[in-house]
């Protein structure tokens, strides 16, 4: 089996989306990663994104490709990338949160960089991660 890959960015919205933009780019977004086998979630708050993607490495440059032409954002930054033991999202072709901007804010701040090598040890090593996975864990549970 090919080695995992995971791969953070964020970026700023063009425009203000409501709740259809976000329907439709979620409806095409997963379509797309089921298709690559590419999981994740992402998180909106505030005119601003951030993305938690992973896979094969092949399979997450595919789809971050296609995330970097839509024109519903710009301004990408990637805040990490590396080899990642397993998927901490495997049941989410991409999950999705609306999030306060305030969190957004941190984790796009968050030391995503500076914990290297924080993919290799999940969610101790990465600030930033680790606060993405304490949300997401709130919200998946309240989603059930
Ligand atoms: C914030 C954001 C996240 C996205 N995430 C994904 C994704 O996970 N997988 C994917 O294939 N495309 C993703 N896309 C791309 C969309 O599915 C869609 O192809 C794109 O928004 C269409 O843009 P257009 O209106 O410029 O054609 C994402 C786009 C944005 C703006």
Redo the contacts with the bound molecule.
Sequence with gaps: MAPLHALVYQ?QATRPLDANDLDR?LL??RV??ELADVT?A?LHGGQR?V?Y?EGTRADVEQ?YA??AR????HRLEILEQGRVEKRLFQRWH?GFATAPQTLVQQLSQSQWRREIPWLEDESAASSGLARLLAFWKEEAVLAH
């Design positions: 970026s780019l095409d977004a797309a990663n994740g992402l994104f993305q993607l789809i296609r995330i839509a024109s519903q954002h991409m």
